[in-house]
Protein backbone atom coordinates (compact mmCIF):
# COMPACT_ATOMS: atom_id res chain seq x y z
CA UNK A 1 0.00 0.00 0.00
CA UNK A 2 1.39 3.90 -1.27
CA UNK A 3 2.21 5.99 1.47
CA UNK A 4 0.32 8.90 0.24
CA UNK A 5 -2.79 10.13 -0.13
CA UNK A 6 -5.30 11.78 -2.05
CA UNK A 7 -6.20 14.50 0.50
CA UNK A 8 -3.63 16.32 2.80
CA UNK A 9 -3.51 16.40 6.17
CA UNK A 10 -5.04 19.68 6.40
CA UNK A 11 -8.58 18.31 4.58
CA UNK A 12 -8.57 15.66 6.83
CA UNK A 13 -8.68 17.71 9.58
CA UNK A 14 -10.94 20.22 8.42
CA UNK A 15 -13.49 17.33 6.90
CA UNK A 16 -13.18 15.96 10.85
CA UNK A 17 -14.64 19.22 12.22
CA UNK A 18 -17.33 19.33 9.63
CA UNK A 19 -18.59 15.58 10.04
CA UNK A 20 -18.80 16.37 14.04
CA UNK A 21 -20.31 19.85 13.99
CA UNK A 22 -17.03 21.49 15.19
CA UNK A 23 -17.27 19.66 18.64
CA UNK A 24 -14.65 17.37 18.40
CA UNK A 25 -10.97 17.80 20.58
CA UNK A 26 -7.69 17.56 18.72
CA UNK A 27 -7.48 14.75 20.51
CA UNK A 28 -9.91 12.90 18.53
CA UNK A 29 -8.54 14.63 15.18
CA UNK A 30 -5.67 12.99 15.58
CA UNK A 31 -6.80 9.79 16.31
CA UNK A 32 -9.23 9.76 13.17
CA UNK A 33 -6.43 11.71 11.21
CA UNK A 34 -3.89 9.62 12.04
CA UNK A 35 -1.37 12.49 13.26
CA UNK A 36 -0.11 13.80 16.57
CA UNK A 37 -2.02 16.26 18.62
CA UNK A 38 0.54 18.93 17.99
CA UNK A 39 -0.12 18.72 14.19
CA UNK A 40 -3.70 18.96 14.45
CA UNK A 41 -2.97 21.78 16.21
CA UNK A 42 -0.72 23.71 13.96
CA UNK A 43 -2.88 22.83 10.93
CA UNK A 44 -6.23 24.34 13.32
CA UNK A 45 -3.98 27.49 13.83
CA UNK A 46 -3.40 27.82 10.32
CA UNK A 47 -6.79 27.07 9.31
CA UNK A 48 -7.45 29.52 11.68
CA UNK A 49 -5.10 32.15 10.38
CA UNK A 50 -6.30 31.82 6.95
CA UNK A 51 -9.67 32.27 7.64
CA UNK A 52 -11.13 28.90 6.70
CA UNK A 53 -11.95 28.53 10.42
CA UNK A 54 -13.55 30.18 13.94
CA UNK A 55 -12.44 29.20 16.97
CA UNK A 56 -14.63 29.43 19.76
CA UNK A 57 -14.61 28.34 23.65
CA UNK A 58 -17.27 26.46 24.73
CA UNK A 59 -17.04 25.89 28.25
CA UNK A 60 -13.73 23.75 28.66
CA UNK A 61 -13.77 22.97 24.82
CA UNK A 62 -12.99 24.65 21.61
CA UNK A 63 -15.50 24.65 19.24
CA UNK A 64 -15.02 25.59 15.57
CA UNK A 65 -16.94 26.77 12.62
CA UNK A 66 -15.90 26.54 9.13
CA UNK A 67 -16.37 29.18 6.45
CA UNK A 68 -17.45 26.99 3.44
CA UNK A 69 -17.78 29.87 1.35
CA UNK A 70 -14.15 30.06 1.22
CA UNK A 71 -12.46 28.90 -2.36
CA UNK A 72 -10.30 25.80 -2.05
CA UNK A 73 -6.42 27.24 -2.52
CA UNK A 74 -4.96 25.40 -5.29
CA UNK A 75 -5.21 27.04 -8.75
CA UNK A 76 -6.53 23.61 -10.09
CA UNK A 77 -10.03 23.92 -8.08
CA UNK A 78 -10.92 27.01 -10.36
CA UNK A 79 -11.61 29.06 -6.79
CA UNK A 80 -14.63 26.12 -5.69
CA UNK A 81 -15.23 26.56 -2.47
CA UNK A 82 -13.95 24.03 0.07
CA UNK A 83 -18.15 23.81 0.85
CA UNK A 84 -17.92 21.54 -2.43
CA UNK A 85 -15.79 19.23 -0.93
CA UNK A 86 -17.52 19.26 2.53
CA UNK A 87 -20.76 18.34 0.77
CA UNK A 88 -19.13 15.42 -1.85
CA UNK A 89 -17.59 13.98 1.88
CA UNK A 90 -21.06 13.99 3.53
CA UNK A 91 -22.97 12.86 0.35
CA UNK A 92 -20.77 9.79 0.56
CA UNK A 93 -21.10 9.73 4.54
CA UNK A 94 -24.93 9.66 4.05
CA UNK A 95 -24.79 6.84 1.24
CA UNK A 96 -22.51 4.51 3.39
CA UNK A 97 -24.71 4.95 6.81
CA UNK A 98 -27.63 3.64 4.39
CA UNK A 99 -25.81 1.12 3.05
CA UNK A 100 -25.13 -0.30 6.53
CA UNK A 101 -28.48 -0.27 7.70
Not at 65 to 81: C, D, K, S, V, Y
Request: charged share 30%; net charge negative.
Amino acid sequence: MPKWTFLTNHAQVLLCVGRNGGRMTAREIAGIVGITERAVQRILDDLEATGYISRFRDGRQNRYEIHAELPMRHPAQGGRAIGDLLELMATWDREESTESE
